[in-house]
């Protein structure tokens, strides 16, 4: 059974910076991309960032270009977006998500598992 677990969420103050992993079980892991999606209150859901099976190739959207990193660590079935210079626009819940694939996808409507996501705040 597919798993992904959030954690890392939290208040921030603006400027500030948080660490998000997300812990993966039930599949092997080093054959999926993996993804960050948020969605903020009364908006739908947004495509984060998004790092292929191998770890070789990153994605970004745009409004975080340059402020988020995603990494992934597949000896712990983990991956990790840094955030840094977290602007109030920044708050939402932050999901885990996995396209049935190895590279990623355009779309959020590809990813095929989720987590439960965890609150990122960003306010002074």
């Known amino acids: 059974q597919v798993q992904l677990v959030e954690s890392g969420g939290g208040l921030v103050q603006p400027g500030g910076s948080l660490r998000l992993s997300c812990a993966a079980s039930?599949?092997?892991?080093?054959?999926?991309?993996i993804g960050w999606v948020r969605q903020a209150p009364g908006k739908e859901r947004e495509g984060v960032s998004c790092?292929?099976?191998?770890?070789?190739?990153?994605r970004y959207a745009d409004s975080v270009k340059g402020r988020f990193i995603i990494s992934r660590d597949n000896g712990k079935k983990t991956v990790y977006l840094e955030m840094n210079e977290l602007k109030p626009e920044d708050t939402a819940v932050y999901y885990c998500?996995?396209?049935?694939?190895?590279?990623?996808?355009?779309?959020?409507?590809?990813?095929?598992?989720w987590g439960q996501g965890t609150q990122v705040t960003v306010s002074s």
């Open positions: 998500a996995a396209p049935d694939s190895p590279v990623c996808w355009e779309r959020v409507s590809d990813y095929d598992y």
């Open positions: 790092i292929t099976s191998s770890g070789a190739h990153t």
């Open positions: 039930g599949f092997n892991f080093e054959y999926f991309a």
